[in-house]
């Protein structure tokens, strides 16, 4: 037992046909023909495992995971390089081999050790700051810079953390333009 209002009145045919036209929508396919250029290649969706395998790469803690591994390849092969150029003992004509090896190695895993915490450091910062601004821009990286400087330079005190902050993301925003603008 529905009541109807007092003021409703009876549509007609055409009025409904209009009032489903409008809120349904036409009944022609504008997208039947949809033409996609070859070179573009086939169209594929993807499956669910495929997005999650996506999202898994595209994580903040792997992408910090492997800016730390890249980071300590970088750091060894650069500590590698400054071992071999300038040796730190004094005494040169006396080294063995041994104390060679020695002094390469530990140059290299300082290197590599202190490259692996920055490179981490930065892209847990920069991957956090995007994620909650929902931007990709220069300025993700210029305050990541900014952080990560400060972060390493307060250990040195508060004048070094400053210092270090805005050098670091100077230096972020200078490499930044350097590949947006390049490529």
């Known amino acids: 037992m529905s009541q109807q209002p007092p003021d409703s009145r009876q549509l007609s045919s055409e009025q ?17 023909n949809i033409i996609i250029p070859k070179n573009l290649g086939p169209v594929q969706i993807k499956s669910n495992e495929e997005k999650m395998v996506e999202a898994f790469f595209e994580s903040c803690p792997f992408k910090s995971f492997m800016s730390c591994v890249m980071g300590y390849g970088l750091g060894a092969a650069i500590g590698l390089f400054s071992s071999s150029v300038g040796p730190t003992a004094t005494n040169v004509e006396q080294q063995t081999a041994r104390q060679v090896f020695q ?3 530990s140059t290299t895993l300082s290197y590599a050790k202190n490259f692996a915490v920055i490179g981490m450091i930065f892209s847990a910062v920069e991957c956090s700051i995007e994620t909650m601004r929902g931007k990709s821009d220069w ?44 490529f």
């Open 103 to 105: 002094d390469m190695k």
């Open 139 to 182: 300025r993700n990286g210029t305050y990541a810079g900014g952080v990560t400087g400060g972060l390493i330079g307060l250990r040195a005190g508060v004048k070094a953390g400053v210092l270090g902050a805005a050098g670091f993301a100077a230096f972020s925003t200078a490499i930044d333009y350097y590949m947006h603008s390049r």
């Open 16 to 32: 409904w046909s209009f009032l489903t036209q409008y809120f349904v929508g036409n009944n022609y396919r504008f997208r039947e």
